[in-house]
């Protein structure tokens, strides 16, 4: 490795030992700061990784590679993506999403690992990071099977209540619709791939047709009736995962056991 990757790393360690201790002494600001240059000298890494492999390298891992087209790390996109949706999503749709709205050329499979590795590295130096991709939690307390969240969104948007799911693909209909309905405002085409997305979502949304102010008007008809009571559901397992989970387990996702022999 070439002397500016091993001054990347030292200077990305000394970030996160930095980030800990403005964390600890409740320097928001600062912690802000450092966690804004932290992601700069990630992403410098990244690249300057990228530049010393191999242009075709057998034991390169998938889901560390840049899909063609992008200089961003997977779990870059995949943040994205999720940024844009707002709610707990599939990596199916998140897939679908990040494909038709930004271009990009993600792959299911480089989604398999990705929230295993997250916490991996959340375990081994906590909040070091801006964010971390982690799971939906159930009304069990346990992490959602398939489900991908982000760490900053509050617990109650993390949760998945029993009428979640409905909810969640309703806002995704409506975020979708309104990202097209920005494109055209701007002036800019709106792809084709982005068009049968939203027809795809139209589908399932009574009363709606594949037009987005269409799409968000009929939605927003529906998602009054259910917006209530998802709220409440979720509010209760979010206050339960602040009162009997830990850190990594609120990200994560506790197991049975653990919260039996906590009970106990």
Request: glycine content about 6%; some cysteine; aromatic content about 4%.
């Amino acid at each position: 490795m070439s002397e500016s990757l091993d001054d990347l790393e030292e200077r990305i360690n000394a970030l996160r030992g930095e980030i800990r201790q403005a964390m600890r002494a409740r320097e928001s600001a600062l912690a802000r700061s450092l966690r804004a240059e932290l992601r700069r000298a990630e992403r410098a890494w990244d690249l300057a990784l990228a530049a010393h492999e191999p242009a075709h390298d057998p034991a390169r891992e998938e889901e560390d590679e840049p899909p063609p087209g992008s200089l961003l790390p997977v779990r870059e996109q995949v943040h994205q993506a999720l940024t844009l949706l707002g709610v707990p999503a599939a990596a199916k749709m998140i897939v679908a999403v990040h494909g038709a709205l930004r271009a990009g050329s993600l792959k299911g499979t480089q989604l398999t690992s990705l929230r295993r590795d997250e916490e991996r590295s959340f375990r081994t130096s906590p909040f070091a990071r801006p964010y971390y991709l982690c799971a939906a939690l159930t009304d069990r307390l346990s992490a959602s099977r398939g489900l991908l969240a982000v760490s900053t969104w509050p617990l109650e948007q993390r949760v998945v209540g029993p009428l979640s799911p409905r909810v969640d693909f309703l806002t995704t209909a409506i975020r979708v619709a309104g990202h097209i309905m920005r494109l055209a405002e701007t002036g800019e085409p709106t792809p084709p791939s982005a068009q049968r997305l939203l027809s795809r979502l139209a589908q399932n949304v009574p009363g709606a047709e594949p037009d987005p102010a269409l799409v968000v008007k009929a939605a927003r008809a529906e998602l009054e009736v259910h917006a209530a009571a998802d709220a409440a559901a979720r509010a209760e397992i979010a206050g339960r995962a602040r009162d009997r989970l830990r850190d990594a387990e609120r990200l994560f996702g506790g197991t049975v056991l653990a919260l039996a022999q906590r009970e106990a």
